[in-house]
């Protein structure tokens, strides 16, 4: 059965930091691109950043708004996936989720690529 389970949201400050892990079973981890997304109240889901598996070559693809902010990493051998998210601001605010996927590495940001998630874990961000 195939399981992901984030932990690390909570509140921070603006200009803080929060580090978000996931951890995944039920499947070969390294097999498979490992991504977050995050959904803001009233808004869609959005692509934050991916670890591409390293079949493919383990090279990590962030959304602009992110970048040089946030860092995406993996550990293979503990099925684990990790964003550390620093200088956060009150955009960040939302529900963030890990999820797998296998797709192309040109649909690797899509949502609609992925088919197994988490549960989420909210990222409050104070101005």
């Known amino acids: 059965q195939v399981q992901l389970a984030e932990s690390g949201g909570g509140l921070a400050q603006a200009g803080g930091s929060l580090r978000l892990s996931c951890v995944a079973s039920?499947?070969?981890?390294?097999?498979?691109?490992m991504g977050w997304f995050r959904q803001a109240s009233g808004k869609e889901r959005e692509f934050v950043a991916v670890?591409?598996?390293?079949?493919?070559?383990?090279?990590?693809y962030y959304t602009e708004s992110v970048k040089g902010r946030f860092t995406i990493s993996r550990d293979n051998g503990k099925n684990m996936v990790y964003l550390q998210m620093n200088s956060l601001k009150a955009e960040d605010t939302a529900v963030y989720y890990c999820?797998?996927?296998?797709?192309?590495?040109?649909?690797?940001?899509?949502?609609?690529?992925?088919?197994?998630w988490g549960q989420g874990t909210q990222v409050t961000v104070s101005s």
């Open positions: 999820a797998s996927s296998t797709a192309a590495l040109s649909s690797v940001r899509e949502a609609r690529m992925y088919f197994n």
């Open positions: 039920g499947f070969t981890f390294r097999n498979y691109h």
């Open positions: 670890s591409v598996r390293p079949g493919s070559g383990g090279s990590q």
